[in-house]
């Protein structure tokens, strides 16, 4: 079984440039998530998609970040413009379904964004 | 204010060590707690499920425990090996809605 796939895997961009990462979950999974894991903390979720329907974006800066995730699958979460304090690792996940935390959330390996 | 605190920050061992590492939360009503491990530069992957009714659980070399009344977990690493080395994050979430409250981690460092 294919897992959840990120592109790119790194990034480094100017501050108030712009920015955006791909996510493309594992089959079947209905439930997406993104975070934000900045260095030395544990992960902070900042949207949680069912299919193509936001259940949370309450932790999203949304003057700056915006994310979609068309037909329920692929999603994309994009930055415009970043700041110097966006430096950190995007994570995304996928599960079959939400629970409440008891369907296991599987990761993808990150893209890792740099902001100088 | 739900909240998931984890102890030591960081920890250092030598291999064949045993260690273990600490979880103590806030988050009510309680539904599960997850222990995961995340090597550096992947993301998490999880180890164990734990909740209300369960005391222990293990996997493999890792066992972890829960408290419920007190509101803390530990993760009880037996005879560590170099490929333990990673950071150990708990995920405690909470019941009738899609809470899940991480923490910052502890960052374990297996030395030969």
């Known amino acids: 079984e294919a897992g959840v796939a990120q592109s790119p895997r790194y990034k480094i961009i100017e501050k108030r440039q712009s920015v955006a990462f791909w996510c493309n979950p594992i089959s079947g999974h209905a439930t997406l998530y993104w975070y934000q894991q900045i260095l030395g903390q544990g992960p902070k979720l900042l949207i949680q998609f069912q299919n193509n329907g936001v259940v949370d974006d309450s932790q999203l800066p949304k003057d700056r970040f915006s994310a979609e995730r068309l037909k329920g699958v692929d999603s994309t979460l994009k930055i415009q413009p970043a700041k110097l304090e966006d430096s950190a690792v995007y994570l995304c996940a996928s599960s079959l379904g939400l629970a409440g935390g008891f369907y296991e959330q599987y990761f993808g390996p990150g893209t890792r964004l740099t902001v100088t | 204010k739900n909240q998931v605190e984890q102890s030591p920050q960081s920890l250092i061992i030598l291999e064949g060590k045993n260690c273990t590492l600490q979880?103590?939360?806030?988050?009510?009503?309680?539904?599960?707690l997850r222990w995961y491990k995340q090597d550096t530069g992947r993301g998490p992957v999880s180890l164990t499920i734990?909740?209300?009714?369960?005391n222990t659980k293990s996997n493999g070399r890792y066992t972890a425990t829960l408290d419920a009344d007190t509101k803390q977990s530990s993760l009880h690493i037996t005879a560590s090996q170099l490929s333990d080395s990673a950071s150990y994050i708990c995920?405690?979430?909470?019941?009738?809605?899609?809470?899940?409250?991480f923490g910052a981690g502890t960052r374990l460092t297996v030395k030969p």
């Open positions: 734990m909740t209300f009714s369960e």
């Open positions: 995920v405690v979430s909470a019941w009738n809605n899609n809470d899940m409250r």
């Open positions: 979880c103590n939360y806030t988050v009510s009503p309680f539904s599960n």
